[in-house]
């Protein structure tokens, strides 16, 4: 459901355009919102893990995405919008870390990865109900009582997650663990270049299947862009597995960090210069395998978890989805930004100026690859 919230936009540029008068620049600033909000909570919902435990974190943060998915629903005005997202963001911001966490403590290094792999599968499955599914729900439905269903279904999985999930340990919180958790996370120099490369399978994934995907689609190649970008979610399906197990076959975190990272920029780069429109086979390749090679964003997962002690997994990886999500929200806005600018240009121009800000980013997020040290999958000590 997580997933479905943050990558629901994508289907509502046109009648949301239609309704509020939204331009291409505002109606990625109101996607971006969940994305702004989702960085600014991860730290303290990594807090929350760490110490209230997964259960109540996650069953609260249910609670507040469907409030703010039936505060989108009853929107009218863009402003309503705009805070029904930021509240989605908010809530959802809990799932993935007390996720990490849980596996984290439950579950040895040789399995982590793959389990990483499994859990981005079963998530990226609400990816694709984003797509498709979900343009066939608004089209039945309306926008709005799309989004009323969503709401009641996240209510519904906050009492399940409350009900079902296990109590686990709890530890108390304090201003000086804090500061020592964050200092030993900033202390550790390779989070910087594995955050690099994570932040950037993300933010081009993210961008692209939430947000621009289906606008790009119908402008330069004219087709209906919501199956394909189904393929584009089951791409990093079926990637997030293949990174997880070939990462733990190999025992070796950095050689498929850096394949798909290399993969992933090559990619970027035929579809910006490539001349279009393509056939629609070509594009189901090209997209599925976008969304594949992204699928190496469960690689990063294992390492941040080896590269610091494991009382600050939690911390660890709300610190790194910080910067991930930050980067999400930055490109999505200024991608359309661009697009605005470029609106007396033929779309095919257009969107090439614009597709150059996934491409740069897939570039930084190789060199992250290159930068990170292997970990052989142990874990800190000491």
């Known amino acids: ?27 990625g600033l109101m996607s971006s919102m969940v994305f702004y909000a989702y960085t600014l909570m991860q730290v303290p919902v990594g807090i929350l893990a760490d110490t209230a435990g997964p259960r109540l974190t996650a069953a609260w943060g249910m609670a507040a995405a469907g409030a703010g998915a039936l505060l989108f629903a009853s929107a009218g005005s863009p402003f309503l919008l705009f805070a029904g997202r930021i509240l989605m963001g908010a809530g959802v911001a809990g799932a993935f870390v007390c ?82 958790g964050l200092r030993n996370v900033f202390s550790t120099g390779a989070m910087y270049s594995l955050s690099l490369n994570y932040l950037a399978s993300q933010a081009c994934f993210l961008a692209l299947s939430g947000t621009w995907g289906i606008s790009y689609l119908r402008a330069v190649h004219r087709i209906d862009g919501a199956p394909l970008m189904t393929l584009l979610a089951a791409g990093v399906m079926a990637g997030a597995v293949a990174a997880g197990k070939l990462s733990d076959l190999w025992r070796s975190r950095k050689k498929p960090l850096c394949l798909f990272a290399l993969a992933h920029f090559f990619l970027w780069g035929l579809l ?41 997994t939690g911390l660890s990886i709300a610190v790194m989805n910080t910067v991930a999500f930050l980067a999400v929200a930055v490109l999505t806005s200024s991608m359309g930004r661009v697009l605005d600018s470029a609106a007396a240009m033929p779309p095919a121009d257009a969107w090439r100026h614009v597709l150059l800000l996934p491409l740069a980013v897939s570039a930084a997020g190789l060199v992250g690859a290159l930068l990170t040290p292997e970990t052989f999958g142990r874990k800190k000590t000491g």
């Open 1 to 27: 459901m997580a997933y479905v919230l943050r990558l629901s936009a994508g289907v509502l540029a046109a009648p949301l355009g239609r309704e509020f008068g939204l331009t291409a620049g505002t109606f």
């Open 272 to 312: 910006v210069y490539l001349p279009g429109p393509f056939p629609r086979p070509g594009l189901a390749v090209l997209l599925g395998g976008l969304g594949f090679f992204a699928g190496a964003l469960v690689i990063p997962w294992s390492v941040a978890r080896e590269l610091n002690f494991p009382e600050h």
């Open 99 to 180: 996720t990490m966490k849980f596996l984290a403590d439950n579950f040895e290094g040789e399995r982590f990865a793959t389990l990483s792999g499994i859990t981005s599968l079963i998530g990226n499955a609400g990816g694709m109900t984003a797509q498709a599914p979900l343009a066939l729900l608004v089209a039945a439905l309306t926008w709005r009582w799309s989004f009323v269903l969503l709401g009641c279904v996240s209510l519904l999985l906050s009492l399940l997650c409350f009900l079902v999930l296990p109590r686990g340990g709890r530890r108390s919180f304090s201003l000086p663990m804090l500061q020592k």
